[in-house]
């Protein structure tokens, strides 16, 4: 068989030497290249390559690499410039990576630069033990980071990515751990329209994320993996979508297996190409060739989904001439280096979220002489990575941090207090007699990714409560009388509501990564002023929560609430106070744009940032709506007593809404615009608001709109 060899032509675009390429295989050899572990073909100069990397925060299960906060935590610091630079720097060490692998030869799992993050899943129920790698529960938050993410991630070199970011898992994906291999979730157009959907588009149409990873589910009786109406006519149908998409391990396996849609493995190889799902992790692909010549699928569907794969390969550099890629030039020099480790100390910082505090907080080094500390989770390093981490160079556990905050001249007596789970708390007495000196207590508390996440990992939690006996921890260093704070870690909703009625400071950390101990215990002592928000909503108690396998989003959310919660999505404090005045609301110009500014002071007696968030509110909407949604935020840094304005963008489809079967339209009606340091219903936030009255010819059109 004469070779083309023109696929090595690099004058010519890479979906069409890799046609030229995927043209030269057999069908044997087509059908190999989609499993994520594609083996070599030596008469065609491809080597073996596995797809499968994670770099979820940082460059994953790789050896060393710089561990930034879990997802959770840096869509807590609603800054999407920073999200940016902490996805080119993990780019930069996953593309460093690669090239020191390249060069010895290795082509396993975790050596690749086709990267299956971010997470873009809503985090619609406390209990699901993923929610820490996603940004939290709201769309437009989601929407926002995600594209941060991949941009960064993918850089904006104009020939070459510098890796493949992968938007999962699509869709309607978020628990329950255990039954997600078989479990369908039902949902309705609104929602799947509104809530579901709308990242996976925004990373699509705005982000160009090279990948999107099927989830395991079903959605409406269609398992993800072959859904004609996810794949085939939302992705690459209305949004255009033309990277790879791969199944999230085991998926199509599960078509067949556990989901029962598909009579035999080769159906089910053979639903999932003709959807489009390029490539498997997993082997039941190897099916293909039985499902051709049981007439399942044809050769020509099967070459549609590995040309797409090999573009994939040949927008990463892969088979260019050897330095004509400028990431190739990349060396273990990027790989945790200096710098890269400053700016996961930055993103700790800003991702943290004070709670509470009656005044304890910051401690001041010239009049506090001895702080106790305890918890479990004091001395764990492992405890501040989360799952899906790499391996950092040095890793300041919260102890540790908080003692080299306090300086030579605090007295910080430890001890540990309880066990993370099991085990009984030390007794009031006991924490007397150790505390006697002290000034006040410090309790570090929490879960972690070994009691949540993953199925086979954590898993989901069954609780919100403290795990073990930590909350007896709290109420025995409450009853000492001295001032206690409870540094909390997690990657979800925990139910503190005891804690915020008893004690003195709470401050939620997430799992902040390697230097979450110094960003820990620089807020406490005041080195940095605490300034996240929370992305997801935390309810008083379990019982509050809509059953788990209920995908409806009435009673989720800020967006569609139930009972009154312990905290508001979007809700922060820090150590200076922030006030707005002088909303202005624009007329819709003639491309649908709304412009809105207000004036932000810092009102307080220290530097500090704010985070100003823009909702919407339709007051006359003619169906179901949101009570009010998140449309812009901004992070600002305001010097004590300056002010400053801020601008938001507003665009039409920001003001539709949905009828049941999901189809968008824009009706005339009152929308109320809200700018402020958290929701429009919060008594704790500070903002200004305003009315927009919309009407027919507001923007030239009215009615529904594509």
Not at 20 to 32: F, Q, S, Y
Not at 63 to 83: H, M, N, W, Y
Not at 103 to 111: A, D, L, P, V
Not at 588 to 597: A, F, I, K, M, S
Request: net charge positive; with cysteine.
């Amino acid at each position: 068989m004469k070779i083309d060899k023109r696929y090595m032509d690099t004058d010519l675009p890479f979906e069409r030497r890799a046609t030229i390429l995927v043209g030269n295989m057999t069908l044997r050899e087509k059908i190999a290249q989609t499993l994520h572990a594609a083996p070599p073909i030596p008469r065609l100069g491809i080597p073996a390559y596995t797809w499968w990397n994670e770099c979820l925060h940082g460059v994953g299960r790789s050896g060393l690499a710089t561990v930034f906060p879990q997802a959770i935590g840096r869509a807590a610091t609603f800054d999407t410039a920073l999200e940016h630079r902490v996805a080119t720097a993990i780019s930069v060490e996953g593309r460093a990576k690669f090239n020191q692998y390249q060069r010895k030869g290795y082509t396993g799992i975790n050596g690749g630069i086709t990267f299956w993050a971010p997470n873009i899943n809503i985090f619609r129920d406390p209990r699901w033990g993923r929610g820490q790698e996603t940004f939290g529960e709201d769309p437009h938050l989601t929407a926002r980071m995600g594209v941060a993410f991949v941009k960064g991630l993918q850089g904006d070199d104009p020939r070459h990515l510098r890796a493949s970011a992968c938007a999962k898992h699509y869709a309607v994906h978020s628990g329950p751990e255990l039954e997600r291999h078989n479990f369908d979730a039902r949902v309705s157009g609104r929602d799947l329209r509104e809530t579901y959907l709308p990242a996976f588009e925004a990373l699509v149409r705005e982000g160009g994320v090279e990948s999107v990873m099927t989830a395991y589910n079903r959605v409406n009786g269609e398992p993800c993996s072959a859904s004609e109406t996810l794949l085939v006519r939302i992705l690459r149908g209305e949004w255009g979508f033309k990277g790879h998409v791969v199944s999230d391990c085991g998926a199509v396996e599960n078509i067949h297996g556990n989901h029962k849609v598909a009579p035999t493995p080769e159906a089910a190889s053979a639903m999932a190409i003709r959807a489009g799902c390029d490539l498997c992790c997993g082997n039941i692909y190897r099916n293909l060739l039985a499902a051709v010549r049981q007439g399942l699928v044809t050769e020509k569907e099967i070459t549609a989904c590995v040309v797409r794969l090999f573009t994939t390969r040949m927008r990463l550099g892969m088979f260019d001439p050897p330095g004509s890629c400028a990431h190739s030039r990349l060396d273990d020099r990027s790989v945790a280096s200096a710098r890269h480790r400053a700016l996961a100390l930055e993103c700790a910082e800003r991702s943290l979220v004070l709670l509470k505090n009656n005044g304890v907080l910051p401690f001041d080094r010239k009049t506090i002489k001895s702080i106790g500390a305890c918890g479990p989770l004091s001395l764990d390093a492992t405890a501040l990575l989360g799952n899906y981490a790499g391996f950092p160079r040095s890793a300041s556990t919260l102890l540790t941090g908080f003692v080299d905050a306090a300086g030579g001249g605090v007295n910080i007596p430890f001890i540990k207090g309880c066990d993370l789970v099991g085990g009984a708390p030390a007794t009031v007495g006991k924490l007397k007699w150790w505390f006697m000196p002290c000034q006040a207590i410090v309790v570090f508390v929490g879960f972690s990714p070994e009691i949540e996440g993953e199925e086979g990992d954590g898993g989901d939690r069954t609780q919100l409560t403290l795990p073990g006996h930590q909350q007896g921890l709290i109420e025995a260093a409450c009853q000492t009388g001295l001032p206690v704070v409870a540094v909390v870690l997690g990657g979800g909703p925990i139910d503190l509501s005891w804690a915020q009625e008893h004690c003195d400071a709470v401050l939620m950390a997430w799992y902040p990564g390697e230097a979450g101990g110094r960003a820990v215990g620089r807020v406490l002592f005041g080195d940095a002023n605490p300034s996240g928000r929370l992305p997801v909503t935390f309810p008083m108690r379990l019982e509050d929560v809509p059953d788990f396998r209920d995908y409806s989003m009435k009673g989720r959310t800020y967006r569609y609430p139930g009972i009154e919660p312990l905290y508001r999505f979007g809700y922060g404090l820090s150590y200076t106070k922030f006030a707005y005045s002088n909303l202005k609301i624009g007329k819709p110009d003639r491309r649908g744009r709304v412009l809105v500014t207000a004036r932000v002071r810092n009102a307080g007696k220290r530097d500090g940032n704010e985070v100003a968030q823009l909702y919407v509110k339709d007051m006359e909407a003619s169906v179901p709506v949101p009570v009010h949604h998140l449309e812009g935020f901004t992070r600002i840094r305001l010097p004590a007593g300056k002010s400053r304005e801020v601008r938001f963008t507003l665009k039409r489809e920001q003001f539709a809404c949905r009828a049941e079967d999901g189809t968008a339209f824009i009706e005339p009606g009152s929308f109320r615009i809200f700018v402020g340091g958290g929701q429009p219903d919060d008594p704790a936030a500070s903002g200004a608001s305003g009315t927009l009255r919309l009407t027919a010819d507001s923007w030239a059109v009215s009615g529904f709109w594509a």
